[in-house]
Nanobody
Framework: QVQLVESGGGLVQPGGSLRLSCAAS????????MGWYRQAPGKQRELVAF???????NYADSVQGRFTISRDNAKNTVFLQMSSLKFEDTAVYYC???????????????WGQGTQVTVSS
């Protein structure tokens, strides 16, 4: 069993910053890609950013230059530093990990439960 537990969401004013964390635990053999999606009310879930096992990153155009993704491989944790937040960043943020459990032959994608980020004045 694997769990992804997110933390760090909350209410912030426009222009402010938040840092999200997502820690994976359980019978993990290896984690390849980790990242974040978000879903705003009435909208489809969209990819925010991801980071590979070797540290390569990719960002949505809407957050490029404002958000920074990083990871601590020793702790199976991924972070999302969000700065210069805008109203349109309001959403539930979900972390995910493409991983392989101990003894498994194939990787799969696991998800966190989501954390609310609200940007409001």
């Amino acid at each position: 069993q694997v769990q992804l537990v997110e933390s760090g969401g909350g209410l912030v004013q426009p222009g402010g910053s938040l840092r999200l964390s997502c820690a994976a635990s359980g019978s993990i053999f290896t984690i390849n890609r980790m990242g974040w999606y978000r879903q705003a009310p009435g909208k489809q879930r969209e990819l925010v950013a991801f980071i590979t096992g070797s540290g390569n990153t990719n960002y949505a155009d809407s957050v490029q230059g404002r958000f920074t993704i990083s990871r601590d491989n020793a702790k199976n944790t991924v972070f999302l530093q969000m700065s210069s937040l805008k109203f349109e960043d309001t959403a539930v943020y979900y972390c995910y990990a493409v991983l392989k459990t101990t003894g498994a032959t194939a990787s799969y994608t696991d998800w966190g439960q989501g954390t609310q980020v609200t940007v409001s004045s």
